[in-house]
């Protein structure tokens, strides 16, 4: 487990606003992480949450102002050593020595983010080439141990396939060997398995996992699915509306939930329990999630909040308040909750 | 249940015509449904799963004569609808509907809610204004959708409130059957619970039959009396959802229940992975399709294709092995 050396990425206040027809509307709303070597951060989220839009941010992936507002700060310590840079203060010649090289990203849909029209051994030699200036030769010859780290059988046939050739699990296989090319200190995956079966997933978690455990690489898994936060996650980070709502360690987190929200998305998740009767209903979180371009007042996820109070939830935004050893959470009745659960 | 159950599917065959790749190109068969038995009985949930590839979502398609079967027979309510005309189908329509998987692409943008949850009264051409209104009024009730919804477009709702639009539109014509295809999985995870609430309430309501087709087992456990797990186009285990989840006969529903990631980080990585992916339905596997990724393979699974064999009363399995002890979903037991 990671122990008291600085963290590889520290996310500070990052806020994220987009142009929209009603003025500007807050995707973002000053979020801050870290995360260490070889630690795993989860970021889970209902759509609208901010999570995706994160990724991109720190990845300066998002379109330029004045569409797109980002402020705050994302400092990167490679793990070479050297002097921590602030990631969006980069000029965008620094920023894409570091993009797909120091931090790589693995998207949800293999098959759109992948090039159809070239072969797939192509697609991994080119990172290579363009961070390391390396040969076609030597890179491609790289591209056949990268296959076959990420478990693709026939690795040195497969270099010339083509996208469509290939299954889904095999696609993010290789999107998973594009991003590892560099051997990057950050992985960010961005629902990496949601497009694909349990079956399929089950293998690219372990996978993940154990490339993790080789290279000590941090990773940010970004997913909407506990299952899949508990089966990964070293700490978690619960986003809804753009705001971190809790953030913990993972057995923390599924033992004692301290966010109301938290809760109610444990809770609405279905087991698969056969001693429960058939048909039985599972716990929703009543209203729907809420629409960025009209946030509700206060805290954002009060409509919908069991614990409620009118008049304290709906007038200004918690802070996000510790509560613990390396838990935040972002509640003002919080203490009141957890007492009464007690009591 | 009692008397005759109200769908039943007899041996179905789907196939398609594909050209394989290659310079060897041929004319062969892509296999979606390769001889599938399966009942729904009056007001009976039955869950589909599967992964993609399976022949779910063909397989619901085929009972409501959206897709026309090579092979087989397909009984609703008793009558032979498997080569019945449109005509001749007209009559039975109502009574079987539909909700689709993905809530943004099965509503039309340009019709308001009321046009959209009208339309199938229009299409059969029941009720007059009066009595259309009436009915759709007490649909989007039904569906828990608010006053008003009715002059408003699908952008203006969100997700989970599309579905029950969708729902509401499914249900207006009071069929007796529905096949539900992937109706949650395009939600968010507070939303699912929802519609798999409302669904359940209207199911008991109604009195409906469901035909419940989905990837998440755990979701399928929740709302179905019976689980049937597809592999390539076969059924290879139907059972009482409890006997399937407790005491899963088949070892793809053991792989499938091992690879549902269970929200406790204690019991994480304890799973036995399945390898490899599912084989192409245009060649399967000889003898059990599922040989080929089955840790409990012996060489006589590749001789003949298995027949269903009956382990207790409505629990079947298609594995020839009967000295298996498999797990009882075994990261799903309560801790």
Request: proline share 9%; aromatic share 4%; with cysteine.
């Amino acid at each position: 487990m990671p122990g008291s050396e600085p963290p590889l990425l520290a996310v500070e206040a990052l806020s994220v606003r987009f142009r929209a027809e009603s003025g500007m509307l807050t995707a973002v709303d000053q979020l801050s992480f870290e995360v260490r070597r070889g630690e795993t951060l989860a970021i889970v989220g209902e759509s609208g949450s901010g999570k995706s839009v994160t990724s991109l941010a720190l990845m300066r992936l998002l379109p330029p102002a004045p569409g797109c507002e980002v402020s705050g700060r994302v400092l990167f310590r490679p793990s070479g050593g050297g002097p921590p840079a602030d990631l969006l203060a980069l000029a965008p010649e620094g920023m894409r020595r570091v993009r797909g090289d120091r931090i790589a990203m693995v998207f949800q849909e293999p098959m759109t983010s992948l090039n159809p029209v070239h072969p797939i051994g192509e697609q991994i030699a080119e990172a290579l080439v363009h961070h390391r200036g390396a040969s076609r030769g030597a890179a491609l010859e790289a591209a056949v141990r990268l296959l076959e780290r990420v478990g693709i059988p026939e690795p040195r046939q497969r270099l010339a396939s083509y996208p469509h050739q290939l299954s889904g699990g095999m696609r993010q296989r290789v999107m998973i060997a594009i991003a590892l090319s560099c051997d990057p200190d950050v992985l960010i995956a961005d629902e990496p398995t949601t497009a694909l079966d349990v079956t399929i997933q089950a293998q690219i978690l372990e996978l993940l996992a154990d490339l993790q455990r080789q290279s000590g690489m941090a990773v940010i898994f970004i997913t909407h699915n506990l299952g899949v936060v508990a089966e990964i996650a070293d700490r978690v980070l619960v986003l809804y509306a753009g705001r971190a709502m809790e953030q913990a360690q993972v057995l923390d987190l599924f033992d004692r939930p301290l966010n109301p929200y938290t809760t109610g998305l444990l809770a609405s998740v279905p087991l698969l329990d056969p001693f429960a009767p058939v048909r039985q209903g599972l716990r929703a979180i009543p209203g729907n999630v809420p629409d960025p371009q009209r946030l509700p007042p206060g805290c954002a996820f009060h409509p919908r909040c069991t614990h409620a109070v009118a008049g304290r939830c709906d007038s200004a935004v918690p802070p996000a308040e510790p509560a613990g050893a390396g838990r935040l959470v972002r509640c003002l009745r919080w203490r009141e909750i957890v007492e009464g659960a007690l009591a | 249940m009692t008397g005759a159950p109200l769908l039943s599917v007899e041996d179905l065959e789907k196939w398609f015509p594909v050209r394989t790749a290659g310079l060897f190109a041929r004319q062969a068969r892509l296999r979606a449904l390769d001889g599938v038995s399966l009942t729904v009985g009056r007001g009976e949930v039955v869950g589909v799963v599967g992964e993609s590839g399976s022949g779910k979502t063909t397989l619901g398609r085929a009972v409501l004569r959206l897709l026309a079967p090579n092979a087989g027979r397909i009984l609703f309510g008793g009558v032979d609808i498997t080569n019945l005309s449109r005509r001749a189908m007209r009559p039975i329509r109502p009574r079987m509907q539909l909700v689709f998987q993905d809530p943004f692409a099965s509503l039309n943008p340009r019709m308001t809610v009321r046009n959209i949850v009208g339309a199938p009264l229009v299409v059969h051409r029941r009720g007059d204004a009066a009595e259309r209104a009436a009915a759709i009024t007490e649909a989007l009730e039904l569906v828990g959708l608010p006053r008003g919804a009715a002059e408003r477009y699908p952008h203006e709702f969100s997700g989970g409130q599309r579905q029950r639009i969708g729902i509401a539109r499914a249900l207006i014509l009071r069929p007796d059957f529905l096949v539900a295809d992937e109706p949650v999985s395009a939600l968010d995870v507070s939303i699912q619970a929802q519609v798999v609430n409302l669904l359940l309430e209207l199911q008991a309501h109604l009195g409906l039959a469901i035909l419940f087709i989905a990837h998440d087992l755990a979701v399928v456990g929740h709302i179905s009396d019976r689980i049937a797990v597809m592999y390539l186009g076969r059924i290879v285990e139907v059972g009482p959802t409890r006997e399937v989840l407790a005491r899963p006969q088949h070892p793809y529903t053991e792989a499938l229940f091992a690879a549902a990631p269970v929200p406790d980080p204690r019991r994480r990585g304890q799973r036995a992975l399945l390898a490899g992916d599912i084989p192409s339905p245009i060649d399967p596997p000889s003898g059990c399709a599922f040989r080929t990724r089955c840790r409990y393979a012996q060489p006589a699974c590749a001789a003949g294709r298995p027949a269903l064999r009956e382990i207790s009363p409505g629990h079947v399995t298609a594995c020839i092995r009967d000295d298996l002890l498999l797990g009882p979903s075994p990261r799903g037991a309560p801790s």
